[in-house]
């Protein structure tokens, strides 16, 4: 037995439970690209800068002719990996270390590179409080030279 559910547009989807139904619509509407800027753009900032999408702040940077974005947050203390004071380093492989504690992230995969916080500073309330966790990374598009960043 099939069930009948509102689909997109008001139609009527045959064969469709309405609880799913409103599940797709969500995550169609979910999955927009959010334009970030253009090439031209960023490479006039050196291949790099940070734009923030609704709450998250994300580092949008050019590696090996591809456009990556990522959080802008380190996933250890929340400090920004590109900011006023703090500067992350990028390695040849295409990994962003983050300048406080010196993790290093695979900026493709979001992945831990090496150990979890090798070098935290001196400092009595920071230490490796929070276990391992990868950099989140966002899907990027280019077309027609603007940079479009899927956040979902």
């Known amino acids: 037995m099939g069930f009948v559910g509102s689909g997109i547009m008001g139609g009527k989807v045959r064969g469709v439970n309405p609880a799913i139904c409103s599940r797709l619509v969500v995550r169609a509407m979910a999955e927009d ?26 580092l949008i940077k050019e590696f090996a002719n591809e456009i990556l974005a990522m959080s802008n947050t ?17 390695t040849s492989t295409g990994s962003i270390i983050c300048s406080a504690h010196k993790t290093a992230f695979n900026m493709k995969t979001g992945d831990v590179v090496g150990e979890w916080c090798p070098c935290m500073p001196k400092l009595p309330f920071v230490g490796k409080m929070k276990e391992q966790a990868p950099l989140k990374v966002y899907p990027t ?6 940079i479009f960043v899927n956040v979902s």
């Open 33 to 58: 690209w959010t334009p970030v800027g253009t090439v031209e753009e960023l490479n006039a900032e050196g291949g790099k800068k940070v734009v923030q999408i609704d709450s998250a702040k994300i």
């Open 74 to 90: 380190c996933p250890h203390l929340g400090l920004p990996l590109e900011g006023k004071i703090l500067k992350a380093d990028y």
């Open 141 to 146: 598009k280019v077309e027609d030279g603007s």
